[in-house]
């Protein structure tokens, strides 16, 4: 099975910034787009940041535009969440997510925490 695997979490202080990076455990991960979600305690998963390989195409949850960049690698199956501007409201477990191609399930890491103080 294909696990992915985030690293980068950590402690800032408010109007920092951190880097995310997330990489599959196999390159032959047949995948169309690789995203980022969050966790905080007690909600629901929510969306962050999507990146469709195809075309480049990049989502937004609008709780982060303007501050956070998603890039990636197609070849090696890696994506990035660059955050600036951090915000207490961001503390959350990122999880970084595969979304796959015809018969191939999508995959998830365990994520990695991130916790901004004020």
């Known amino acids: 099975q294909v696990q992915l695997v985030e690293s980068g979490g950590g402690l800032v202080q408010a109007g920092g910034s951190l880097s995310l990076s997330c990489a599959a455990s196999r390159r032959t991960f047949s995948n169309y787009a690789m995203g980022w979600f969050r966790q905080a305690p007690g909600k629901e998963r929510e969306f962050v940041a999507q990146?469709?390989?195809?075309?480049?195409?990049?989502y937004y949850a609008d709780s982060v535009k303007g501050r956070f960049t998603i890039s990636g690698d197609n070849a090696k199956n890696t994506v990035y969440l660059q955050m600036n501007s951090l915000k207490p409201e961001d503390t959350a477990a990122y999880y970084c997510?595969?979304?796959?191609?015809?018969?191939?399930?999508?995959?998830w890491g365990q994520g990695t925490q991130v916790t901004v103080s004020s």
């Open positions: 990146l469709n390989w195809s075309h480049g195409n990049t």
């Open positions: 997510k595969g979304f796959g191609n015809w018969g191939t399930p999508d995959a």
